[in-house]
């Protein structure tokens, strides 16, 4: 599985980025992908997830402000960013499972790493 992130980059506050996450090899379209990201010296952090079915979830710092969305024809995974803001900055990995997780009978997207088998390289955010 490879997992190859882009549109990253440097921006001023305030503005949007959209950051992509294209995959290739043998996982299933169906399960979750989710986006995290890293400042130095911390531990990575969830982000957003989605499925194909629709099902997302994002971390409380970003609520509101992005977007997700996973196109299950090509499985990629896009991150629509807006009103950005200097605590954004951080790389942001892509991430896929390889299972799929049912908490009180009913799906859903996780925001833990260790939920997600497969990792891309990251893109940089800088957000000033």
């Known amino acids: 599985v490879q997992l190859v992130e882009s549109g990253g980059g440097s921006v001023s506050a305030g503005v949007s980025l959209r950051i992509m996450c294209s995959s290739s090899?043998?996982?299933?379209?169906?399960?979750?992908m989710a986006w995290f990201r890293q400042t130095p010296g911390n531990q990575r952090e969830g982000v957003a997830a989605?499925?194909?079915?629709?099902?997302?979830a994002y971390a409380d710092p970003v609520k509101g402000r992005f977007t997700v969305a996973k196109d299950s024809d090509k499985n990629n995974l896009d991150l629509q960013m807006s009103s950005l803001n200097p605590e954004d900055t951080a790389t942001y990995y892509c991430?896929?499972?390889?299972?799929?997780?049912?908490?009180?009978?009913?799906?859903?997207?996780?925001?833990?790493?260790?939920?997600?088998?497969?990792w891309g390289q990251g893109t940089q955010v800088t957000v000033s």
């Open positions: 991430a896929t499972s390889h299972i799929k997780f049912i908490r009180e009978g009913s799906r859903y997207c996780p925001l833990f790493e260790s939920g997600y088998s497969f």
């Open positions: 090899g043998a996982t299933d379209s169906t399960n979750c």
């Open positions: 989605a499925d194909s079915d629709g099902r997302v």
